[in-house]
């Protein structure tokens, strides 16, 4: 009988040719126009459950874009896994900076460059096809799997957290299995223990009753966009602290050993300064690791502020109005809720003379921390550790992934974040990429953690 790894290696083209197709689809969610790639995405994904052999696959249509779903239960006996992953991809711009274009998935170097390549089509396919390939070796799953996959991750979506709320019995499960995030380094295989979560709002600000000629009015006349700018720039200091009253008391501590774990992977802060962050220097809040402001600390960041006059050229104006795009990157224990409204207090108390600033949610997500004595955890990096050949790292990210607090919340599981990204695969920016090696491993990887999770349950 031929072995998992025998059939992964005979499956190995079309898993390619159908990352591909997958890849050549912009399913991106936040632009309206892109809807009907956003169902042809949904749809192909709904396929790919079937051709790996799952059952009651279905397209939930709502108020978003839609999820799908799929599930085999036929491990009697067995622990069942949650699998999840977003088939929705962030816009392309600036899309003269590609060197080939985003939906022309192109291989260079054994890298594939493509919008979601990385985060997260390749990924959430590396998924697919391990349940695809354990099907084809053995005939059936080692364990019970659902599988919910969302068109909707990029933008913050409340599809699947109201789905979660209220299908609990229908996605019971011991675990989930998340591969969105990436290794610390190519080949160290990584386990991602914290995600951030975030508030993200925006801002509106209003001065006079209209433009006005900055002429004839400068001088006397509130600027709304220089007002919003004011109250920005009092929202955090030099040293990258944020100064919104009560924004820091329930940031909890990394413990000793978790800080001390950090200090023992090894780390080259000129050269990720270089290679990865690109910029001249390093900023944050001094007395504090890169490690921890990435992981440990929240942030407060402008997006981008629309308003006034922005053409080519010069227009004397005064504007009457202006916008923010602004969020918070959260750690445990911080509660989204509570620090929307401590922005909303801030933006109150101090908005320039004149100018009135309204914060309006647009959406939260809360932090999580996996339990890593949790069994999931411990098999995922033993999972990882024998197909990668070295020792597992755990490490906190600072990203964000909404719909683990859900799987915490309502289904009172842990998620073993597996991800097989790579620090350089350019998530949401131009030439993203994912390793072909890193599919076919992240294949045998997930694999092999279900096979390890089906054994444990037998002694
Ligand atoms: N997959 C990423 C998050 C991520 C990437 C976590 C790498 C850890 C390592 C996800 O698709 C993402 O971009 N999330 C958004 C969430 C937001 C829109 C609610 C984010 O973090 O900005
Ligand atoms: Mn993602
Ligand atoms: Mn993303």
Not at 43 to 52: M, T
Not at 141 to 169: D, Q, R
Not at 382 to 391: C, F, M, N, P, T
């Amino acid at each position: 009988m031929p072995s998992f790894s025998d059939i992964a290696n005979l499956l190995r083209p079309r898993f390619e040719d159908e990352l591909f197709d997958f890849l050549r689809i912009p399913s991106i969610s936040t632009l309206p126009e892109h809807k009907p790639d956003i169902a042809r995405a949904a749809e192909f994904a709904k396929q790919q459950l079937l051709v790996a052999g799952l059952e009651a696959v279905e397209l939930i249509e709502g108020s978003g874009h839609p999820l799908v779903y799929g599930e085999w239960l036929g491990a009697a006996g067995k622990p069942t896994v949650l699998l999840y992953g977003h088939y929705d991809v962030q816009p392309v711009d600036p899309l003269d900076q590609w060197d080939s274009p985003p939906f022309e998935p192109t291989v260079r170097d054994g890298q594939v460059y493509a919008r979601g390549a990385s985060d997260d089509k390749g990924q959430v396919l590396a998924n697919i096809k391990a349940l695809e390939a354990l099907r084809q070796a053995h005939g059936e799953l080692p364990v019970n799997v659902k599988f919910l996959i969302e068109g909707e991750e990029e933008v913050g979506g409340e599809m699947i957290a109201s789905y979660v709320a209220t299908n609990k019995e229908r996605l019971a499960a011991d675990a989930a299995l998340v591969s969105d995030t990436a290794m610390y380094a190519a080949e160290t295989p990584t386990i991602c223990t914290g995600l951030r979560g975030m508030v993200y709002t925006e801002w509106l600000a209003t001065g006079a009753e209209r433009d006005l000629h900055s002429g004839l009015f400068g001088g006397v006349a509130p600027n709304a966009v220089f007002g919003l700018v004011e109250l920005l720039a009092k929202c955090k200091d030099a040293s990258g602290r944020v100064l919104i009253p009560g924004f820091y008391d329930r940031v909890r501590e990394p413990s000793s050993a978790e800080k001390a774990s950090w200090e023992r992977i090894p780390f080259d802060e000129d050269k990720y300064r270089r290679t990865e962050v690109g910029a001249s220097t390093l900023t944050g809040e001094s007395g504090y690791s890169v490690f921890e402001r990435l992981g440990a600390r929240p942030t407060f960041e402008v997006h981008g502020i629309p308003g006034g006059f922005t053409g080519p050229g010069a227009k004397t104006v005064i504007p009457a109005s202006a916008a923010a795009k602004v969020s918070a990157r959260l750690v445990p224990d911080q509660d989204p809720e509570e620090i929307l409204s401590l922005m909303q207090d801030f933006a109150a108390a101090n908005a320039p003379a004149g100018i009135e600033v309204e914060v309006r949610l647009i959406h939260t997500a809360p932090a999580t921390l996996a339990p890593t004595d949790h069994p999931a955890i411990s098999t995922a990096a033993r999972a990882l550790e024998e197909v990668w050949g070295s020792e597992t790292v755990f490490i906190r990210s600072g990203g964000s992934i909404p719909v683990v607090g859900d799987f915490q919340e309502h289904l009172g599981i842990p998620t073993a974040l597996m991800g097989y990204g790579l620090p350089d695969d350019a998530l949401h920016a131009p030439n993203e990429k994912f390793s072909l090696r890193n599919f076919h491993m992240g294949i045998a990887s997930t694999a092999r953690f279900l096979e390890l999770l089906g054994q444990a349950e037998r002694n």
